[in-house]
């Protein structure tokens, strides 16, 4: 898609209507299978066959002449025979279609599928075939029912600005609103006269089962303390069937309309899953419980199964790694040009990189270094008249605000903060800096503040936010403007960001968007920022540069103006408010709004990887190697340089500096392999790691400048840190939630980001929750030739078509329930054979899912330790406690049933499965979690063995780097740990760290948990 530089908003709108529209119109004449012909591989002779026959939160429905089951299992629909047996696909597998419903004449099966990005109801003939778009728009449709004369379907939507119950008529198109509460109303279902329609309601008066009678007026039918779903009525008598998760049971209840009669069907111990039954008649009925399709009959106890079979086929497709050259000691050009911010007179560029904070003068290409210290200096913003340089920096330990006058080069500490401070910026007078501060009880939460310089005094201009972008100020220091996140609703977290623009007076605020349904790009850096005269916001969106035309309150005069067609990020105002300075993938640019003209501003900053010389012998007692469950014993690692040289029985005199570990244990480094980190955690994050004795993380998902600044200091040796492997933004679809989440929709935006990744060298991708698995696969395809893995939270069709990794057990599902774990914390047959087979790399971040707060419950001792004592201290256990509060309201059975996913992790590395550790810190606290994970995976029945080889070996081969890393071998990178103790028999001795070997450098511990001065 390719747009004009300037173009009308209604024009934008009706081009997105007529867009969208075309998706139906294909479908309607072609297969669904034929649109996506060329999306899945054709399969090899090494293609490994599954067979499936648990389902995990399937849903099903039953045909009228109760001949045909209709399921989903991992986004297909199936048809299966009402006695059992082999299931037919009716669907492609790229659609994610979920919950099935026959129409009452048994010819079509509707539900809901997210082939475009949006979840929409589609209809297909009961034998598969064509499936037909019936809703349409950039908003979610879902759970879907027919009425009893099949003329309209009933479903939920977050069209009106939270989920409704929404009809549509099938013959005309009409589309009515039934609900208007705000509210979430949701999983509807008509009676079997069609008169009245119930319905799940999240308002807040009363949330509960709702009724509406044929008058469209609304009556409480009950109330539950637990989490309701799937109401739907007896063929007969007046009472509902329903899911009801309460007090740590899913049972499957019923209720008399009218009330007096309220009884459970299903049996405590059951893992029923939260969809609608299918009567069979009168008095029988189905439903899906325990991973299975089941029988019941009213008043009977006696339980009978359906089996099935679903065959699936994943192919192994190999593709040629990316080469990493460990060995390096040629000069890099640096990348990690991290926050850049032109000053006023348009002749100086303020960043950071390597750690410190740089100026670029105009007319040279070599900048000046501002700082020259151990710790980190962010966040660079000048002030209206050029002559100061306010930033944030750890030297107390937190993030505080400090201001540099640049003549003298004097510093000033403005703001000593009890927490971390980021993303100050000047108002235009220079007597107030616009801030964020950090709120330590709930990860990504801040406070947007405000602080008067000549009386220290600080204000609350916007709080809670979550995520924002920097703070700009309007000319005349009445509003601030932001990019902040508006969900689509209440039910579900995603959104797009929008403007929000706050008085700085009264404090009152709005949001606006010169485009409906349209994400900004990453928040951070990204804009708005608000020319110096007042009369314009730049930002980036769709990857590309922008300037919309704005009054002095901050509301849009007119459409936007794109001004680039290259990807532009962290743009910046020049003070005459005529040209804007941006990053171009990997180089600076500034561009003049007069006529477009675009220079270059060159950087000449380079630096090189820290490569150690000599010779250094570690004398082990003990060594494990990573791949045997025998120690070495009694040998020398002999290490020259930043390689293992050889490995052999000890023997005295040998030369180079030799480190007595004859009474310990030596393993490989330790390998992170989910977290998400920033600069604003300080100078001590790499120390961080490297005490816990991780030696290389995996960041899959951040701002790119900052995961590279930190990962070129820790490479040069500018800061002591681990390897780093990373991504950039996350890729994700047209909504959003995480700052660092990359929007999409369908047309270029997603080629910029993919050449963005071949140009920052990236060593992974990572898609979200609302990418297509048609943009997943484009975007596997393509990180696959430049020979680097994928991620995302989905399994299936994704392992079809080469996704090599899956984050976490659970988590974030642009469903409301995951395809790999039950309410209860179960995963049946379905994910393990799925995960095990296809050889998908999985990391459950146990620690996450309820394996930290379980150890802090099990083990006084679990903060004894000298890691958290020097880098932690009692608030971390207080966040602690008040995370799992927080998971324990929205999820009872939060810590009590983390033994089932302890289960099922044991399971898959019992079956060859590759499992690897890492934790989503700083959700919970890097390193500490880490330790959470390894021991949590050891509470679960896995050995010692097989969880430290999943820590080291089995990661490496996850990053894609097992011939460089991951075992102490010949040959291989000096990346090892020394500790006291035997972690083989008892993994807590992991923590007993006493000397790390990264990359051939020493690291003592003492040295590493030291404070910088």
């Not at 012909?37 to 849903?59: C, H, M, Q, R, Y």
């Not at 060995?327 to 991290?338: D, E, H, L, T, Y």
């Not at 401070?421 to 801040?446: E, N």
């Amino acid at each position: 898609m390719n747009l004009p530089n300037s173009y009308s908003l209604i024009s934008f709108q009706s081009f997105s209507k007529r867009f969208f529209k075309t998706i139906p119109l294909l479908l309607s004449v072609l297969p669904v299978s034929a649109v996506f012909a060329e999306t899945l591989p054709k399969f090899t002779a090494d293609s490994v066959k599954v067979t499936l026959t648990e389902g995990t939160n399937i849903a099903l429905t039953l045909s009228p002449d109760k001949k045909t089951i209709v399921m989903d299992l991992q986004g297909t629909i199936y048809s299966v025979p009402f006695q059992g047996g082999l299931a037919k696909a009716l669907t492609d597998p790229m659609g994610d279609c979920r919950q099935p419903v026959f129409s009452p004449d048994g010819s079509k099966v509707a539900f809901q599928a997210f082939w475009d990005g949006n979840f929409h109801i589609y209809t297909v003939d009961k034998n598969g075939g064509t499936p037909v778009q019936i809703t349409f728009g950039t908003f979610d449709d879902r759970e879907p029912g027919y009425s009893p004369d099949g003329k309209k379907i009933i479903f939920s939507s977050d069209r009106s600005g939270n989920y409704d119950v929404w009809e549509l008529e099938l013959a005309s198109g009409e589309l009515k609103q039934l609900t208007t509460d705000a509210g979430n109303d949701f999983f509807p279902s008509y009676s079997s006269d069609g008169s009245q329609i119930a319905y799940v309601s999240e308002r807040s008066a009363a949330p509960g089962i709702y009724i509406m009678d044929p008058k469209g007026k609304e009556k409480l039918f009950l109330t539950s303390k637990g989490k309701l779903a799937s109401p739907i009525w007896h063929p007969k008598e007046s009472r509902i069937v329903f899911n009801n998760f309460n007090e740590g049971k899913s049972l499957l209840d019923m209720a008399k309309v009218g009330g007096g009669d309220w009884e459970t069907l299903s049996e405590n111990s059951e893992d029923v899953f939260p969809f609608k039954v299918a009567w069979i008649s009168d008095t029988e009925y189905l439903y899906t419980s325990d991973g299975l399709i089941k029988k019941r009959k009213l008043g009977d106890k006696l339980v009978s199964t359906i089996p099935f079979q679903v065959q699936i086929n994943l192919s192994h497709e190999k593709y040629k790694l990316k080469v990493y050259d460990f060995n390096s000691v040629a000069s890099n050009k640096v990348k990690g040009i991290r926050g850049p911010v032109v000053s006023p007179d348009g002749n100086s560029v303020a960043f950071t990189a390597l750690g410190d904070m740089w100026l670029l003068k105009k007319g040279s290409d070599k900048p000046v270094q501002l700082t020259n210290d151990s710790f980190i200096e962010i966040d660079p913003a000048f002030s209206s008249d050029g002559k100061q340089l306010a930033y944030v920096c750890d030297r107390k330990g937190n993030m505080d605000l400090y201001v540099r006058d640049l003549a003298s080069g004097s510093e000033k500490l403005v703001l000593n903060a009890a927490d971390n401070i980021t993303f100050p910026a000047w108002s235009a007078d220079g007597s107030k800096i616009a801030y964020y501060q950090k709120d330590p009880a709930a990860f990504g939460r801040y406070s947007l503040k405000m602080i008067e310089l000549s009386s220290s005094k600080e204000s609350v201009l916007y709080a809670p936010l979550f995520d924002g972008s920097q703070p700009s100020w309007s000319a005349d220091g009445k509003y601030v403007v932001i990019s902040a996140l508006q969900p689509y609703s209440s039910r579900y977290r995603e959104g797009v960001s929008k403007f929000l623009v706050i008085s700085t007076v009264d404090k009152t605020f709005k949001f606006i968007t010169p485009i409906n349904e349209r994400t900004f790009s990453t928040r951070g850096k990204n804009g708005p920022y608000w020319s110096p005269d007042g009369t314009k916001f730049a930002f980036s969106m769709d990857g590309v540069l922008w300037t919309v035309a704005v009054d002095k309150e901050g509301n849009l005069l007119n459409a936007p103006r794109r001004l680039t067609n290259e990807l532009a990020e962290n743009p910046s105002w020049t003070g005459d408010s005529k040209s804007i300075v941006y990053m171009a993938t990997d180089v600076l640019k500034k561009i003049s709004l007069a006529d477009g003209s675009v220079s270059m501003i060159p950087i000449d900053l380079n630096y090189k990887i820290k490569q150690p010389a000599g010779q250094v012998v570690v004398h082990a007692g003990k060594v494990f190697n990573g791949r045997s469950k025998e120690y070495l014993t009694n040998v020398d690692i002999i290490i020259v340089g930043n390689r293992i040289q050889k490995i052999e029985p000890h023997k005295a005199g040998r030369t180079g500096k030799l480190i007595d570990a004859s009474k310990q244990t030596v393993i490989p480094g330790l390998i992170e392999m989910h977290t998400h980190q920033t600069a604003a955690a300080g100078e001590q994050l790499g120390r961080l790691w490297l005490g816990y004795g991780i030696t290389t993380i995996r960041e899959p998902g951040g701002d790119p400048y900052d995961v590279i600044e930190r990962k070129e200091s820790w490479a040069s040796g500018r800061r002591a840190g681990p390897r780093n492997f990373y991504t950039g933004g996350i890729l994700d679809g047209s909504r959003i939630y995480y700052g660092m989440n990359v929007g999409n929709v369908a047309g270029a935006q997603l080629e910029l980001e993919l050449e963005k990744a071949r140009r920052l060298g990236y060593d992974m991708m990572k898609t979200y929750v609302r990418m297509t698995d048609a943009m997943q696969q484009r975007v596997t395809v393509f990180a696959h030739n430049l020979g680097i893995p994928v991620s995302s939270h989905e399994i299936y069709p994704a392992m079809k078509y080469g996704v090599d990794a899956v984050e976490h057990m659970g988590a974030t599902s642009r469903r409301g329930y995951s395809p790999k774990l039950s309410a209860l914390n179960n995963s049946y047959q379905d994910v393990v054979e799925l995960l095990v087979k296809s050889g998908m790399n999985i990391t459950p971040t146990a620690s996450l899912q309820g394996g930290l707060p379980v150890l802090v419950q099990k083990d006084a001792a679990f903060f004894d330790n000298k890691q958290f004592k020097a880098f932690y201290n009692e608030d971390a256990v207080n966040e602690i406690k008040n995370m799992t509060s927080l998971r324990l309201k929205g999820n009872p059975v939060f810590v009590s049933s983390f033994g089932n996913i302890q289960k099922t992790v044991k399971a898959m590395i019992d079956q060859g499965g590759h499992v690897t550790p890492g934790t989503d810190s700083p959700i919970i606290q890097p390193g500490l979690s880490y330790h959470a994970e390894l021991q949590s995976w050891v509470d679960g029945g896995i050995s010692p063995f097989e969880t430290l080889r999943s820590a080291t070996l089995y990661s490496a081969e996850a990053l894609g780097v097992s011939k460089d890393l991951g075992t102490l071998e010949k040959g291989k990178l000096a990346d090892l740990v020394v500790i006291d103790g035997d972690p083989l028999k008892n993994i807590k001795d992991v923590l007993n760290v006493t000397t790390v070997i990264r990359n051939g450098e020493v690291f003592p511990i003492e040295v590493l948990l030291k404070k910088v001065n």
